[in-house]
């Protein structure tokens, strides 16, 4: 199976910036779609963006124009930059590999104080 590790979450003020990293391991082959997903306290799971194997990038609303999703040089990493953080952006963010909604690794936290 495939392993699904975040890393780089934190706690930082409101405005701050945290770049989250994931390395997926376990597949022989490259993996098309990779996405970052994050979970508040007390509600769903929600999409913040995708990145195709061609690059086209997918972001919802809320992160637009904040956040940018990029492949590493190594071929299963991939990132997550956060900049202009907001407390609403407080969660548990979890990486994704190729929409496998059965496998999501153990998260990373980040927390934005205002």
């Known amino acids: 199976q495939v392993q699904l590790v975040a890393s780089g979450g934190g706690e930082v003020q409101a405005g701050g910036s945290l770049r989250l990293s994931c390395a997926a391991s376990g597949s022989s082959t490259r993996f098309t779609d990779m996405a970052w997903y994050r979970q508040a306290p007390g509600k769903q799971r929600e999409f913040v963006a995708s990145?195709?194997?061609?690059?086209?990038?997918v972001y919802t609303d809320s992160v637009k124009g904040r956040f940018t999703i990029s492949r590493g040089n190594s071929e299963n990493t991939f990132y997550l930059q956060m900049n202009s953080l907001k407390p609403e952006d407080t969660a548990v963010y979890y990486c994704?590999?190729?929409?496998?909604?059965?496998?999501w690794g153990q998260g990373t936290q980040v927390t934005v104080s205002s």
């Open positions: 990145i195709a194997i061609e690059g086209q990038t």
């Open positions: 994704n590999v190729d929409w496998d909604f059965g496998n």
